[in-house]
């Protein structure tokens, strides 16, 4: 598919205002997107799942305006008008400006809120992104209302990912690929795709518990890390293992073989963070407490066999996966071993989820 299928048309029906709310989730990345070229085009392709109940729910009415020379928008996080969220909209509004005819014609009240504390360290742009997205692809239907569901998903998901690269995988589950990849029929770098096989039971209901080791701010944002992946001397060598795991995950995700995809899991966190600890200049986003968690996550699997792993993102906290059948034992290890580590205690439960929801 290509670009230009996304851009603008001339509208059919006129609008004057109205109001929609969706839902969507967060994701988590199993085998990772880390380095972009230019437009948010991934140097790899990355596989996630996505997830419940980790979810941004955003509320977007428009009201027609007479000067349609500039974007027009004020944004509210639970309620609160957040001004330091306009910077990152309005690049976001101009980098989808060719695609949708009618960013300029109407003023814009943006309402967001997100099901987990906003302060937790957990990527609100992935769910945050997709939920404006899918919002504005309903202005979009209104006044264009012969496209298809497919097309309105994909247009959906090619927005996301403009506003923020992980953010095209949130809106279908289970697992969802984005970036061009041999095993993966119809993978494209413009948006995000359904896992096209059958998923092995051993992955369905997966579990992740986040552990929130560190709520504040991050030292480095996902801009300039992505960026340090320019000139950064594994460069290759990671975009081909990130496609090669790709490959392997796909099989490991059909034949259910939980000791190969742990070892893909975690082998895929823990380069994700030797890139940035071997960038120039390098980082460290790891806090003294993930490793504490990832060494006990070894040692309960050592004497347990259990199927636990972990997996990371741009961050301190750790995601902890495990099948369902699990569920008690491990949330019982999890309370009983884990749970010391987290900043106040504090952990939240999620597990695979279905993506968008119109509300
Ligand atoms: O979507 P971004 O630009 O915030 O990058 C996300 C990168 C990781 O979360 C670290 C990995 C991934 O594939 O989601």
């Known amino acids: 598919m290509k670009e230009r299928l996304f851009l603008a048309q001339n509208t059919k029906n006129k609008i004057d205002d109205g109001k929609t709310t969706w839902s969507s989730p967060s994701n988590i990345a199993l085998v990772k997107y880390w380095g972009k070229r230019d437009k948010q085009i991934p140097e790899n392709a990355s596989v996630s799942f996505t997830l419940n109940n980790c979810k941004t729910i955003t509320t977007l009415t428009y009201s027609k305006k007479e000067d349609n020379s500039t974007f027009s928008f004020d944004v509210f996080l639970d309620g609160n008008k957040q001004d330091d969220f306009k910077p990152k909209i309005e690049t976001f509004f101009k980098r989808i400006t ?8 109407f003023h814009f009240k943006i309402e967001t809120e997100n099901t987990f504390p906003h302060s937790s360290g957990i990527a609100s742009s992935a769910s945050g992104m997709s939920a404006l997205s899918a919002c504005l692809m309903a202005i979009d239907k209104e006044l ?22 992980s953010a095209c995988r949130s809106l279908e ?3 969802v690929v984005w970036g061009t990849h041999n095993s993966i029929p119809e993978s494209t770098n413009l948006f995000g795709v359904k896992f096209p096989f059958n998923t092995h039971n051993n992955f369905k209901n997966y579990q992740d518990t986040i552990l929130l080791v560190d709520k504040g701010e991050k030292q480095v944002s996902s801009t300039i890390g992505h960026n340090l992946m320019h000139n950064h001397p594994f460069a290759q060598q990671r975009f081909t293992q990130a496609n090669q795991n790709l490959e392997k995950i796909t099989e490991i995700l059909q034949n259910g073989n939980l000791d190969e995809f742990i070892a893909l899991v975690e082998s895929e966190a823990l380069t994700l963070h030797a890139m940035m600890m071997t960038s120039m200049p390098y980082f460290i986003l790891m806090k003294p407490n993930t490793l504490e968690i990832i060494n006990k996550i070894w040692a309960f699997r050592k004497a347990t066999n259990s199927k636990v792993c972990f997996t990371l993102d741009a961050g301190a906290n750790v995601h902890v996966l495990y099948p369902e059948k699990e569920k008690n034992t491990v949330l019982q290890f999890i309370k009983n071993e884990l749970v010391a ?3 106040n205690g504090h952990y939240i439960c999620d597990n695979i989820g279905k993506g968008l929801e119109q509300l």
């Open 173 to 175: 589950g289970d697992l």
């Open 98 to 105: 060719s695609y949708l005819s009618f960013l300029k014609d």
């Open 144 to 165: 264009n209302p012969e496209m298809s569901a497919d097309f309105i998903l994909k247009k959906t998901s090619f927005l996301a990912r403009l506003g923020s690269g």
């Open 341 to 343: 580590y987290c900043q």
